[in-house]
């Protein structure tokens, strides 16, 4: 999988709603009702990030989920990142 150029980059952004560009990867900060929720939607982007092989940076405290994706072995943003943000998205409902 290669690293995409900024330009690639942000043409995919545009396509992917509060998706942004920053520290070499994408990434998104949510806000949700309350703990079971965020655990709830955790727990589903889990799943997906298994299946998938390529696993979130993410960090939670009660409501809120900030989640970055970066792919290591690639030294950056790939299609991978991208393919896993649109199913978080999807998970969300967004």
Do not use: C
Request: proline letters at 1%; aromatic letters at 10%.
């Amino acid at each position: 999988m290669h690293q995409l150029t900024k330009e690639e980059i942000n043409e995919q952004l545009i396509n992917l709603e509060g998706w942004v560009y920053e520290d070499n990867g994408i990434v998104k900060k949510y806000v949700f009702e309350d703990f079971k929720e965020t655990l709830s939607i955790m727990m589903g982007i889990g799943i997906i990030a298994e299946e998938m092989n390529h696993h979130p940076e993410w960090f939670n405290v009660y409501n809120k989920l900030n989640i970055r994706l970066t792919t290591h072995d690639a030294g950056g943003v790939t299609q991978l990142d991208f393919d896993l943000a649109s199913r978080i998205n999807e998970i969300v409902g967004q």
